[in-house]
């Protein structure tokens, strides 16, 4: 009876997935999301400073796009898959319209869409930012 609660209340999310862009879905609200990450430009110590497409430069920064390669090189002090936790925070809350919330049922489709990048790893990577980020459970559909 629990389960049925926690699910009637947390709702799910549903992703899909594109090495550019990422669209989440919630019951009728649907937003999109370039799969990039501003970081300041201070390298001792990163911080996040915008998300997606509607990030305005207000100070230096550093653009990182989360599923190409030429951006490794760039994070000493904050690595891709910290990016990625960040992503998904902002991305949950913005499609749920709440910071704090009951952990939802995530459902990721198209995932080996990062195939060539990851290397079969694209599921374990979606999946432990997920869960960093407040996901209660992960599926992948094709």
């Known amino acids: 009876m629990l ?3 926690i699910n009637l209340i947390s709702g799910k999310i549903q992703i899909e997935v594109s090495p550019d862009r990422f669209v989440f879905t919630r019951n009728d609200e649907v937003k999109s999301l370039k799969t990039t990450v501003f970081l300041s430009d201070d390298s ?3 911080r ?3 998300i997606g497409d509607d990030f305005v430069a207000t100070q230096p920064n550093v653009c990182i796009r989360l599923f190409q390669e030429n951006d490794a090189g760039i994070l000493p002090a904050l690595g891709k898959s910290e990016c ?3 992503y998904f925070t ?6 749920t319209r709440r910071s704090a919330f009951v952990r939802p049922l ?3 489709r198209n995932s080996e869409s990062l195939n060539t990048l990851l290397c079969g790893y694209q599921d374990k990577v979606l999946l432990n930012s997920a869960m960093n980020a407040g996901a209660r459970e992960c599926i992948f559909e094709s």
């Open 106 to 108: 995530v459902v990721f």
């Open 44 to 46: 001792k110590k990163r």
């Open 90 to 95: 902002y991305a949950f809350r913005l499609i």
């Open 3 to 5: 389960t049925s609660i």
């Open 48 to 50: 996040v400073l915008g």
């Open 84 to 86: 990625l936790d960040a």
